[in-house]
């Protein structure tokens, strides 16, 4: 029940946007999106809701589609410290979460100036 | 602020030998987590805790033991270490509601040779 990203790796320019894809097999109610720099640990972006808004932190964006269990990150204009690798989680209970979650395999992100 | 501090951050094994890796938090946060994270495989929860003297599976607990006996300490315990157990090690904690994000600490690389 890991849930599926895509794509697995991208290469921006600077300036450019990018969408990473996060696909789950069952019912969600929320996902989490994380960004992970080499050698560093996960650093939360935000957590979609079922029935929430679109989120959004500095010119990175979320959206979560509850009918299609998926989520898809937007990086806008994206910058050199964008590069890193997204994850996002999905969690493992039923209902609400406990946040206890499954992660993707994540994308890696590179941005090139 | 410490947040969620691990140790030790390297450590190198001999197949069969024991070692405990440290996890405290100092946020209050009443669930903690231990996540494996292998190249290109995402993170993957070893155990979980949603409180002091509760403690539960996750995907990947075999070979593991975990103990919670205060709010603040998580520790995980390798018994008769295996190279399949080389790994980075991330500890992490939330309040355990549905819009909770994980805070992770900075992670142990384990080598088992």
């Known amino acids: 029940q890991q849930p599926v990203q895509s794509p697995q790796a991208v290469i921006l320019r600077e300036g450019e946007d990018a969408v990473i894809n996060c696909s789950s097999s069952k019912a969600l109610y929320s996902v989490h999106w994380y960004r992970q720099k080499h050698g560093e640990a996960p650093v939360f972006l935000m957590i979609l809701l079922k029935g929430g808004e679109q989120k959004g932190h500095e010119k990175i964006s979320a959206s979560f589609n509850e009918k299609k269990q998926q989520s898809s990150l937007y990086l806008t204009a994206s910058q050199l410290s964008y590069s890193g690798t997204y994850f996002c989680g999905t969690e493992r209970g039923y209902g609400g979460s406990q946040g206890n979650l499954i992660f993707g395999k994540g994308t890696k992100l590179s941005v090139k100036p | 602020n410490a947040g969620v501090t691990q140790t030790p951050k390297f450590r190198i094994l001999k197949i069969g030998q024991s070692m405990t890796l440290q996890c405290t938090q100092d946020?209050?946060?009443?669930?903690m987590y231990w996540y494996r994270q292998d190249p290109g495989m995402g993170l993957k929860l070893i155990y979980y805790?949603?409180?002091?003297?509760?403690?539960d599976k996750g995907e990947v607990p075999n070979g593991y033991n975990v103990s919670r006996s205060t709010t603040e300490d998580f520790p995980l315990r390798l018994e008769l270490a295996a190279p399949s157990q080389t790994s980075v090690y991330f500890c992490?904690?939330?309040?355990?509601?549905?819009?909770?994000?994980?805070?992770f600490g900075n992670g142990t690389r384990l080598t088992v040779t």
């Open positions: 805790s949603v409180g002091a003297g509760i403690t």
């Open positions: 992490a904690s939330s309040y355990g509601t549905i819009n909770s994000p994980l805070h």
């Open positions: 946020m209050n946060h009443n669930y």
